[in-house]
């Protein structure tokens, strides 16, 4: 974990400006409560939305960091949500476990090995008042990919979302040799898995090279929206398909009473839900508006 270093080498004038966008009630108020857990050696600290630190006990590194950078950090904070905004439905689809919390969401950075550019983040919610007594009950709603440098995705984000969900499979393994009672009792699901993981890839991988990378829909005319929507819509199948399978294997280690593994395929299963729903309702829902609102273009 070396995220507070990482983000002590960047100048916060170095970034590119933060956009304009009106944000809805739901992700101001989580960019009001948004706490932020940032790692530093074996150390990951927790930070309140003001930056004071709730657990563990600071040492000088962090102290220092924290009194240098808030103006990043509000940066950071903020480009967190516009990217959710835009390129997520994440907070949308768990509206209600965030606001049964006061909107109270924490954010875990993770450095992707890019000198401090690109972060992975996963996010949970917890209770306001069970927050110091009850860590460890947060819960898990989602994760995104975010490049402090560079805003707006290629192929709306779905390349990297994609090679996410094989690189959490090869997660699951390991926690699978880990946690499982018997792994080789269930070396049929890994498979059934493993295959449809690799098919949502490659095809993906194919659709996406036949897809402009950004879309300009001043340019666009109505048949290329039509098409770019059925081959996203392909994309999402394969999503679902995926995890239809999933959600079988959770339910098998839920009756073998599978307790200590179980949790990592609903926090998988999560992300597959996560990704379904923003095909629906950002990506396939964006363009059907673009498509019946369009003048079609001869």
Known sequence: MNEVEELSKIDVKSLPPLQPILLNDLHQQVLKNLYLELGTGPVLYLLSPSYSIITPTPNETINDFLSKNEDLLNYVKEYIIQNLAVYSSLLDVNSYFAEQNNCLVLARLRERDSGGRRYEIKFYTHSPRELMTNYKDKIYIGRDFIDLFHFRRKYLGVKELVNSVKDQYE?????????????????????????????????????????????????????????????????????????????????????????????????????LANAISYFNIKIMGCLNDKILNLKFKH
Request: no cysteine; charged share 35%.
């Open 171 to 271: 997660v699951l393994l390991d926690k699978a040799e880990e946690k499982l009672n018997e792994p080789m009792e269930y070396k049929s699901f890994f498979q059934e898995i493993k295959e449809s993981v690799n098919e949502l890839r490659n095809e993906s991988l194919v659709i996406l090279q036949s897809l402009p990378p950004y879309l300009d829909f001043n340019k666009l005319k109505g048949k290329d929206l039509i098409e770019i929507n059925a081959q996203y819509r392909t994309i999402n199948h394969f999503l679902i398909e995926l995890t239809d399978e999933v959600s079988e294997f959770e339910n098998l280690l839920h009756y073998n009473k599978e307790n200590n593994f179980v949790r990592y395929v609903t926090k998988y299963k999560k992300d």
